[in-house]
């Protein structure tokens, strides 16, 4: 054996052998057990197969390389095929569309042919008969080799439609790029496969030589897997803020079938009792009207009720496809308690923190608009304005909560003698002010009757005895005491103090003298 044929496969062989073991380690360092990764590792595996069996069969007699070639090489490369079409399958997310009854050895239906074709006639998938040409045992060029090299093609054609689709359907843009990069592998594989592996260069390439179209495949596989492993790692990091958001995040179909929950959302649906999956109750109102417009979807508020009581919710989401079909991410903010708060402030600022009847600054806002309606309708209003008789001595005598309670029946009694567009106030301390719409003489002094007879039901319970609650009124009219509400009140007022001073527990109305 002459030194040339001693050291060539050396470079040309056995190099790609050490390179395709290094990428081999590095692939499956990174991940050994997603099918992604072993799918890459398996494909590495055979193209470095393949490079080994033309090692080995380079370094024996000739007669042996049609077992050899067949039982090994054919094998190997085949099997690539199936690799293939299950790695491009598995990336472009289209297995569900496969029974699962063949999915997903239909892939490895033509290893298997192969290696039942190894029983019957080799010449079918590759070359039975070799011959000299140099230093190399190059297969003929006849028939069963270029059928080889026709078929091998058909199957990267539906490597590229496979690939093709995912770029037509997917709405990433880091997963186009990498179906595309793909595409280009495959194309580099097929000009090694219609260009180098069809012609015939008498020896002065080593056999195969389409075989190097592998190599530069699986430098395409491995760039590409850094690139998924990137995307992977991205979607740990997002399945992460997922899962740690206090805020419930669902993804769900149009129709409100949830296909995810984080456990904020889980956590949330527990206290709305809802169960099996379906929040087609929660897509409703504004919400619902959106969804069906595919607009925007921001800052939705949405009351739900629960086990607990209402609940209330702000969303915010979005639309995206999933499995190629219309879905929607939906944001969850329970803000039930911020609006309770929120509710709890407005109350506050308009109202008696002690009575809980409208504050004065309340009243007159109210009295304010009242009066705007008023004027262009004609509309005669009453202010009425009246304090509790001897409340200081009530407070001397039994203590400031004895007072407080006094208070709170004199508000309960408002409250029951009010109707329609009426509406009361306390002015502070003692002082109490209500306002009548559409009021006749005769109305006032009936809800006055109303008023006094609830007081003089309820008398106070202090020291161990009742107590008559005991009332001084006084009352003006728009417009004939005044067209502003600081003149009726100065009015009211008025006719109070001439109650006061004239014995009090009655009431008066305002003079036009006053």
């Not at 592998?214 to 990091?237: D, Q």
Request: with cysteine; aromatic share 12%; hydrophobic share 45%.
């Amino acid at each position: 054996m002459s030194l040339a044929v001693s050291v060539a496969p050396l470079v040309t062989h056995f190099v790609p052998i050490v390179y395709f073991v290094y990428i081999l380690m590095d692939v499956l360092s990174r991940s050994r057990k997603r099918t992604e990764y072993l799918l890459v590792g398996g494909i590495i595996a055979c193209c470095l197969s393949m490079f080994l069996e033309e090692f080995v069969r380079h370094y024996l007699p000739i007669e042996y390389s049609p077992i050899i070639t067949a039982a090994w090489f054919s094998v190997s490369g085949i099997t690539i095929v199936g690799l293939g079409l299950h790695l491009f399958v598995k990336l472009t997310n289209i297995e569900h569309r496969f029974p699962k009854f063949i999915y997903p050895w239909l892939f490895y239906l033509p290893t298997a042919l192969v290696i039942l074709n190894l029983f019957l006639n080799d010449e079918m998938v590759s070359g039975s008969a070799f011959q000299q040409a140099g230093i190399w045992k190059m297969p003929e060029y006849n028939t069963a080799y270029y059928a080889a090299m026709f078929g091998s093609n058909v199957f990267n054609a539906v490597y590229i439609f496979i690939l093709w689709r995912g770029i037509v359907h997917t709405g990433q843009k880091e997963l186009r790029e990498i179906y595309k990069q793909l595409i280009y592998g495959v194309l580099i594989t097929v000009f090694f496969n219609l260009v180098i592996g069809t012609i015939d260069f008498k020896g002065y390439l080593p056999p195969y030589p389409y075989i190097y179209g592998t190599w530069v495949w699986c430098v395409f596989l491995r760039h590409t897997m850094k690139k998924y492993e990137f995307l992977n790692h991205v979607e740990i990091r997002f399945e992460k803020l997922f899962n740690m958001s206090p805020a419930a995040i669902v993804l769900t179909d149009l129709a409100g079938h949830v296909r995810e929950a984080n456990p904020a959302a889980r956590k949330l649906f527990a206290a709305l009792n809802i169960r099996h999956g379906n929040i087609s109750n929660m897509l409703q109102g504004e919400l619902l009207h959106r969804i069906r417009n595919q607009t925007a979807i921001q800052d939705v508020a949405l009351s739900v009720h629960g086990g607990a009581g209402p609940v209330e919710l702000v969303i915010d989401g979005d639309y995206v496809s999933v499995d190629y079909r219309p879905h929607l991410i939906l944001i969850m903010r329970d803000v039930t308690a911020q609006m309770a708060d929120r509710r709890e402030l407005e109350f506050m600022a308009y109202h008696d923190m002690l009575t809980k009847l409208p504050n004065r600054k309340h009243f007159f806002e109210q009295l304010g608009k009242a009066l705007a309606e008023a004027g262009p309708s004609g509309e005669r209003l009453a202010v009425m304005i009246f304090d509790l008789d001897r409340f200081k001595a009530i407070n001397d005598r039994f203590g400031h909560s004895a007072g407080d309670r006094a208070l709170l029946q004199v508000a309960d009694s408002i409250r029951a003698m009010l109707s329609g567009d009426d509406f009361a106030a306390r002015l502070g301390g003692d002082e109490f002010i209500i306002f009548f719409r559409s009021a006749s003489e005769d109305r006032v002094v009936r809800k006055i009757g109303e008023l006094r007879a609830h007081l003089a039901g309820n008398p106070l319970a202090a020291g161990g005895e009742s107590h008559p609650i005991h009332i001084s009124i006084g009352v003006s009219f728009y417009p004939e005491h005044g067209r502003d509400s600081d003149t009726l009140l100065n009015n009211a007022d008025k006719a109070l103090y001439r109650v006061k001073h004239g014995g009090r527990n009655h009431y008066a109305f305002a003079s036009e003298a006053e």
